[in-house]
């Protein structure tokens, strides 16, 4: 059987990557494709537990080399359990966010460097997206989405300085990994995001049949 399609969403905070996501599953279950879903850091019961204690914003005094091992940890359980059987049984896997999330926010964002992805390399044992949306937005902007969207957590409230580096990180990658690197701008309506999305997409699957 052939190996299913692995789709990673990335983007500062607040670009609209769970919304996006949901879409794309609709669609592709109206093209009769069986996605699973899953959300990082999370997904299993460990990667959620995991979770909790790097946002929880009474966790202030977390180094930030602890920060980047916990979300390599959750991210190992999550292709273990979740993802890599997924693939390996021919489904598509979407994933709110992955490995570039690490390299961008803690790599950049934390300046831990390079570091993060030989980390990352070994946890996930080398699995890469096939795809990865980037949904470019402004940082501010973004804060702005989700400062409306109710109490930010740990990570969302760190300064202006960190998203920005943040930012720049994703943009580096995208010029790192033009292969698979698919920038979408994210500062317009819903419908046209989707709709550029849905393209790449098309476009992806029929390559690759
Ligand atoms: P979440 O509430 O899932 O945010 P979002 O909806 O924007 O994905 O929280 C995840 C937070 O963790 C988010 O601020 C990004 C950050 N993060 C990292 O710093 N490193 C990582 O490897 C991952 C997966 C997320």
Do not use: W
């Not at 890599?84 to 979407?94: C, D, H, S, T």
């Not at 790599?107 to 460097?113: E, K, M, N, P």
């Amino acid at each position: 059987m052939k190996r299913g399609i692995f789709i990673s969403f990335e983007g500062p905070d607040g670009s609209g990557k769970s919304t996006q996501i949901r879409l794309l599953t609709e669609y592709c279950k109206e093209k009769g494709l069986e996605a699973v879903t899953v959300r990082e850091p999370g997904g299993t019961a460990i990667s959620e537990k995991i979770r909790e204690i790097i946002l929880d914003k009474k966790n202030s005094e977390m180094s930030p080399v602890a920060e980047a091992l916990l979300y390599a940890a959750s991210r190992a359980q999550l292709v273990e359990q979740i993802i890599r059987p997924a693939l390996e049984e021919g489904k598509m896997v979407l994933s709110d966010r992955f490995m570039d999330s690490s390299i961008a926010y803690q790599g950049y964002g934390r300046g831990l460097g390079d570091g993060v992805r030989i980390i990352n390399e070994f946890a996930v044992r080398d699995l890469q997206p096939d795809l990865t949306f980037f949904l470019d937005l402004d940082p501010v902007k973004g804060k702005q989405r989700v400062l409306k969207e109710g109490e930010p957590d740990r990570l969302e409230s760190e300064a202006m300085t960190f998203h920005r580096a943040v930012y720049e990180g994703y943009k580096k990658l995208s010029l790192i990994y033009p292969q698979r690197f698919v920038t979408v701008d994210a500062d317009r309506p819903v419908g046209e995001i989707a709709s550029d999305i849905r393209e790449a997409f098309d476009r992806y699957v029929l390559e690759r049949a």
